[in-house]
């Protein structure tokens, strides 16, 4: 038997040995079972290995309360939403918010069969349908709307043109009127 094929044997073997003593990865999180499963179980995995690293705790969700599905390209496909305020670590969230919210991370479907992740971030978000455009509304934090973080302001997202656009969307960033 050739050295390298030898090497990857035992490779294998090793790996297959601390498989069996490894707890499965299905084991670590409730797996997300619908459209997208892959990008968002993914997503669910490197966020359980965050709450490993940073808090020695277990990812903690209800798959079913986490995720909203629309389709938001119009292309016959639903596409997840995974919501991080809804997930935590043993169930405490302070990974992931703040005072503007959580990442909200939406898997939208694309012509290769897969899906593209994308990531905005506020709290109490939620798709509203108006006509027949799905839109993904949330609050965002008050100074993205040149106020004060406590009050909150309102943000929302449509699809076009290959990615989710917004009033913000080439809105000059004020100039710091504070010279030093």
Avoid at 47 to 74: K, W, Y
Wanted: charged share 20%.
């Amino acid at each position: 038997m050739p050295a390298r094929a030898f090497a990857s044997g035992i490779s294998c073997a090793l790996l297959a040995g601390l498989a069996l003593t490894a707890p499965a990865a299905a084991q670590e999180f409730d797996r997300y079972d619908g459209p997208g499963a892959d990008a968002v179980n993914a997503r669910l995995a490197v966020l359980a290995a965050e709450c490993r690293s940073e808090m020695a705790l277990p990812l903690t969700h209800d798959p079913q309360e986490v995720i909203v599905s629309v389709d938001f390209n119009g292309d016959g496909r639903i596409d997840p939403v995974l919501d991080q305020a809804k997930v935590g670590c043993d169930g405490s969230a302070v990974l992931w918010s703040g005072t503007g919210g959580s990442p909200v991370r939406i898997f939208v479907s694309n012509a290769g069969g897969g899906w593209d992740e994308h990531s905005t971030g506020g709290f109490a978000g939620r798709v509203v349908v108006m006509g027949h455009v799905p839109v993904w509304v949330q609050l965002v934090h008050g100074t993205a709307c040149d106020g004060a973080g406590a009050l909150p302001c309102v943000e929302a997202l449509i699809w076009g043109d290959g990615k989710f656009r917004s009033v913000a969307d080439g809105k000059p960033v004020p100039e710091d009127d504070d010279p030093e």
